[in-house]
Antibody, heavy 120, light 108 residues
């Protein structure tokens, strides 16, 4: 059964870069027909979609974050990654990775999430 | 960009019916999905494509969507249904996902 697992630094200093990886196990990230998204949730607040990537590298991002975010995919390591530059305390959140079947518009599989705190 | 509006909170007594709304411009023309999130856990899909229930989701959960409002209905509410609920659509014009602000369901 396919599973997603987020990993990365749990503490990032202001103005630095937040980097996270989502490892895909139990299946290949290269199989067509899926997009791979990052979604975040600040403490006590709602869900915010960050962006997605396809296996061919095509991406799209939330306009509110577009100038600071990048998502990449490494099919040889079966994972995809998030980079968010110039972070502030407002970027403190639980970050989730999730899968969407291209034929659908919902997220059918989520990671457990990882908390990233931005603080000096 | 597309906006989804949910009430911040809904309260209901056990055994009663809870209705959580999600408003958006012509939302009836979109596929609406609903997620349940309990504290410290990742969201779980409870209704997809307006009214479909994923495997393992009780029949008590149902959905509807028309005009400017989509609704998640939970019948015979149980204490274990207490959670945050989020609606979500895919905005095809921008090829981006949008979430509603979330509704906290309290079981009295």
């Amino acid at each position: 059964q396919l599973q997603l697992q987020e990993s990365g630094s749990g503490l990032v200093k202001p103005s630095q870069t937040l980097s996270l990886t989502c490892a895909v196990s139990g299946g290949s990230i290269s199989s067509g027909g899926y997009s791979w998204s990052w979604i975040r949730q600040p403490p006590g607040k709602g869900l915010e979609w960050i962006g997605y990537i396809f296996h061919n590298g095509r991406t799209n991002f939330n306009p509110s974050l577009q100038s600071r975010v990048s998502i990449s995919i490494d099919t040889s390591k079966n994972h995809f990654s998030l980079n968010l530059i110039s972070v502030t305390a407002a970027d403190t959140a639980v970050y989730y990775c999730a899968r969407r079947n291209y034929g659908d518009s919902h997220f059918d599989l989520w990671g457990r999430g990882t908390l990233v705190t931005v603080s000096s | 960009s597309y906006v989804l509006t949910q009430p911040p909170s809904v309260s209901v007594a056990p055994g009663q019916t809870a209705r959580i709304t999600c408003g958006g411009n012509n939302i009836g023309s979109k596929s609406v999905h609903w997620y349940q999130q309990k504290p410290g856990q990742a969201p779980v899909l409870v209704v997809s494509d307006d009214y479909d229930r994923p495997s393992g989701i009780p029949e008590r959960f149902s959905g509807s969507n028309s005009g400017i409002t989509a609704t998640l209905t939970i019948s015979r509410v149980e204490a274990g249904d207490e959670a945050d609920y989020y609606c979500q659509v895919w905005d095809n014009s921008s090829d981006r996902s949008v979430f509603g602000g979330g509704t906290k369901l309290t079981v009295l």
